[in-house]
């Protein structure tokens, strides 16, 4: 599905303060599965940015919700990476495209 200009910046904004935050997280003191969350979160924004170029993916969307589970459950200082997921899983809703459109 062919996302809309203006949503497209903003998702691609907030793709760029999940990649400051991810950097952010690898500093500090993660177990192994903290670690594995916050890879397979940077591989997902790759998927976003680069094979879908911003476009709506069904499969990706989906992932969202899972990560926004695992966040409390495997980081100790997830809050700041909660709302960075919360505010992408909003901007890249089809429903809300479909209301920008």
């Not at 497209?8 to 999940?18: F, V």
């Not at 924004?45 to 911003?54: I, L, P």
Request: glycine residues 2%; hydrophobic residues 35%; aromatic residues 16%.
């Amino acid at each position: 599905m062919e996302t809309p200009q203006t949503v497209r910046a903003i998702i691609e904004s907030k793709i760029s303060e999940l990649k400051n935050e991810i950097r952010y997280q690898l500093t500090t003191n993660l177990t192994e599965d903290g670690r594995s969350l916050i890879y397979t979160i940077a591989y997902w924004a790759k998927q976003v940015m680069f094979n879908n170029e911003y476009n709506y993916n069904k499969q990706l969307f989906d992932y969202l919700e899972i990560f926004y589970n695992d966040l409390p459950v495997l980081l100790v200082d997830f809050t700041r990476l909660q709302t960075i997921l919360g505010e992408i899983k909003f901007f890249y809703n089809p429903e809300y495209k479909e209301h920008m459109k």
